[in-house]
């Protein structure tokens, strides 16, 4: 009956007839049966009523039998296997502790696919089973690898990878479900949870996840989590770092948290943990006093029975500038020359002023017996230069020589030394009352200075000659290039007389004279130089001024002395436009297992770039006071040069650079760069069951957390059944028994009516 190569079948109609011709007879068969129903209806008795209509019913069904020709069409017929996409978690939080001295969670889930082997062969009829990894792409991967190879991945995006599965099938084979072992600590799309977007995109997977939860929530575990901070900060004003500290396992206890900037500790705080499972906001509020960018970590103590150490600090970076520069300026009497640099500085919109006069030198004599009452307010000495110096970014003496035995000079002289080595800018402007008579006075300030006083002063006029330094240096740099701003220099009016001084080893002369001597060189007028972290100044002259009053022939301003004080002072507070070599991280902050990147712009004197330069940076370890390792490199056309160091250890460090073109230097420079001890995906061991329900549900897949038995029973859609090669029909209706019944049914109920009188 059934050919071998037929494996399906259905009953169908072989009539010939239209549809609606079979409605219509079927309509009047029902109608005969309705007639003689209605024939017998005051029949009296009720078993001969319901002998007659069940004949003619059985009659009509029969007739209605042979009008529709029933028959047995055997098929050909192939059932498609769908696929089963098994997601295993790989990212690193999978090599955390299944429980507190258990396996990890990636070896646990490979002993579960283990036992569930059995469960996905039985399955092979209808689905192909596909295991991958989630490394984030996705990868396939067998329980041998989960339980061999540590997990690695940086992130978690289960979202993604569920699009992956969703997208991998090709041509028929469609995805019937998805079974996903993973502990939930999601850090991508679905981080806040399967809501909004991620929520519409689950739905429109089309297919039911089923989850399975890896991990135990009760780990003990202390970390520090909501780092918020702003990317940069002005210096000397007050900034806020909030951070959560998530402690698991920490009731009643006190834990401190300490924030440093480069292994020095800035502030601590102790919270109280009040509950197994407690989270505690932590705010510092602390002041930078230094420009720069600097890497700063909080940290809390790492217990021995924690699962996971490395999330208990958390180091970022911070880009500290300025918003207006605060100079301090202290003269010792007025002048034309202090007149002209008090009213530049208070015109200029970007620097904050504050200044004092100081009416007395060596020689002076006061004629009172007590000192104090030389003037209405006494000079605070005290609160200057020691309780606000440090809120200084330029300190400028003019013409300043003071010396007073009753307020101890001397202690406020190693304030302003030790302001200048760590940071500090400084200028000396001379005159009659320093750097010549007042140069004793102040014998622990001088030392921090690029000169020295070699003898009395000369005041005869002359015009300073720019040197070689001079010429391509920032702060004298008043013209458009080398050539202008020689030129415009040599415009300028004489200057009526300087102060002897002779330069000291190391210190750049910008401007010397002419004529005077020192040792059989010129003596420095206008000198700079390094001293520890900060940089100083000094001008041998108080007649700078002149320079505001000199005008080209056709009568317009040259703005000499204006441009030669705003460079001063950008180079003294070291403006990164002025600096020959820019050292950039690339970037600031890196993850872990992540190459430390750093951009490197050389330029010469002349602020050119300085192609084929031959730059050096070294990875020094702030916490070990050690460099880690040296990379070298050659600029570009652009004077640019980009260099990478391999993963370091987590930590703060610098970036010191330096670079040469041919014998010349071009300078130094540096910047900070934290590496992080862990990323997102380590910053927390905990698990998420939550999450996990979330897209089951969404999904109308089943959740689970992973059993330690066989697979359960988990929602697929069927695979689709599609008709192929032959089809062959058998008639039903043509069978001589039928036709018979047919007869014998016809023929009772006409004997039956004809016996009981209705014929």
């Not at 089309?206 to 918020?228: I, M, N, R």
């Not at 700063?296 to 911070?318: G, Q």
């Not at 003071?402 to 500090?424: K, Q, V």
């Not at 702060?475 to 080398?482: D, E, M, N």
């Amino acid at each position: 009956m059934n050919s071998p190569s037929f494996n399906a079948w259905k009953l169908v109609s072989l009539s010939p007839l239209p549809v609606w011709a079979l409605v219509l007879l079927g309509v009047g068969l029902l109608l005969g049966i309705g007639l003689a129903a209605w024939g017998v209806r005051r029949e009296p008795s009720r078993g001969r009523k319901l002998l007659l209509w069940s004949l003619r019913l059985g009659a009509g069904v029969a007739a209605f039998f042979f009008l529709l020709e029933p028959g047995i069409r055997h098929l050909q017929v192939a059932r498609m296997k769908n696929r089963v996409a098994v997601l295993v978690d790989r990212s690193a939080s999978m090599n955390f502790p299944s429980e507190p001295g258990g396996p990890t969670r990636s070896a646990q889930v490979a002993a579960f696919l283990e036992k569930a082997a059995p469960t996905f062969a039985s399955w092979q009829d209808r689905f192909t089973v596909e295991v991958y990894g989630v490394d984030p792409e996705l990868s396939p991967v067998t329980a041998a690898q989960l339980s061999q190879e540590p997990a690695r991945a940086g992130t978690t995006d289960l979202l993604a990878a569920l699009r992956s599965a969703a997208s991998g099938g090709q041509g028929s084979r469609k995805l019937s479900g998805v079974l996903l072992f993973s502990d939930g600590a999601d850090n991508a799309e679905l981080k806040s949870g399967a809501v909004g977007r991620a929520r519409a995109a689950l739905t429109d997977l089309g297919v039911p996840v089923s989850t399975f939860l890896v991990g135990q929530e009760a780990l003990k575990d202390l970390s520090v989590e909501g780092l918020k901070v702003d990317d940069f900060a002005f210096v000397r004003n007050s900034l806020t770092v909030e951070v959560e500290i998530h402690g698991r396992g920490f009731s009643g206890q006190d834990i401190p948290v300490v924030l440093s900037q480069e292994g020095k500790t800035v502030a601590s705080k102790l919270v109280k943990m009040t509950t197994g499972d407690d989270v505690k906001p932590v705010s510092f509020t602390f002041t930078p006093d230094q420009t720069g960018r600097f890497v700063y970590t909080v940290t809390v103590p790492t217990f021995p029975d924690e699962a996971v150490s490395d999330n208990n600090s958390k180091s970022f970076t911070l880009k500290v500038i300025r918003d207006r520069v605060r100079v301090l300026l202290v003269v010792g009497r007025p002048s034309w020359d202090e007149r002209f640099l008090r009213g530049l500085l208070k015109q200029d919109a970007n620097v904050d002023l504050v200044s004092f006069y100081i009416l007395r030198t060596l020689s002076d004599d006061p004629g009172v017996s007590n000192e104090r009452e030389l003037s209405l307010i006494p000079f605070p000495m005290e609160e200057i230069f020691d309780t606000k110096l440090h809120t200084f970014d330029v300190v400028i003496f003019q013409n300043f020589g003071y010396s007073d035995p009753s307020l101890s000079i001397a202690e406020y002289e190693r304030n302003l030394e030790r302001y200048i080595h760590e940071g500090g800018a400084f200028v000396m402007i001379g005159g009659d009352s320093v750097l010549g008579e007042g140069r004793a006075a102040m014998p622990t300030l001088m030392e921090a200075l690029p000169v020295e006083a070699a003898g009395p002063a000369n005041a005869d006029p002359f015009k300073p000659r720019l040197t070689p330094e001079g010429l391509r240096h920032p702060v004298t740099s008043i013209g458009t290039g080398a050539a202008s701003t020689e030129g415009a220099w040599g415009e300028l009016a004489p200057i009526p007389g300087a102060n002897l001084t002779r330069a000291r080893p190391g210190a750049t002369v910008l401007m010397d004279h002419p004529f005077m001597t020192v040792d059989g060189k010129n003596a420095p007028l206008v000198s700079v130089w390094d001293y520890g972290r900060g940089r100083a100044m000094v001008v041998a002259t108080d007649a700078t001024w002149s320079w505001a009053f000199t005008a080209h022939r056709d009568g317009s301003p040259t703005r000499a002395y204006d441009r030669f004080w705003g460079n001063a002072l950008r180079w003294l507070v070291r403006d990164p436009d002025l600096t020959t070599l820019k050292v950039t991280a690339d970037p600031p902050s890196v993850e872990p297992g992540r190459p430390v990147g750093v951009v490197v712009q050389a330029r010469t004197a002349d602020y050119q770039p300085a192609e084929g330069a031959q730059v050096r940076v070294e990875l020094f370890s702030v916490a070990t006071q050690k460099p880690v390792a040296v990379q070298t490199g050659t600029a570009g056309a652009d004077g640019v040069v980009r260099l990478e160091f391999a993963p370091p250890a987590p930590g703060p460090y610098k970036l010191l650079a330096s670079a040469k073109k041919g014998e010349t230097d071009l300078g130094k420079g540096e910047d900070a760069v934290a590496v992080r001890a862990v990323g997102p995906e380590l910053s927390d061991a905990s698990v998420r069951p939550e999450l996990m329900e979330q897209i089951a549900s969404v999904t109308e897949g089943k959740a689970f957390k992973l059993p330690q038995d066989g697979m359960p029973d988990v929602p697929l859609l069927d695979p689709p059944v599609v008709e192929v090669g032959r089809a062959k029909d058998q008639p039903l209706w043509d069978r001589w028994y039928y036709l018979v019944a047919l007869i014998a049914l016809l023929g009772a109920e006409w004997f039956a009516r004809r016996r009981f009188g209705y014929v």
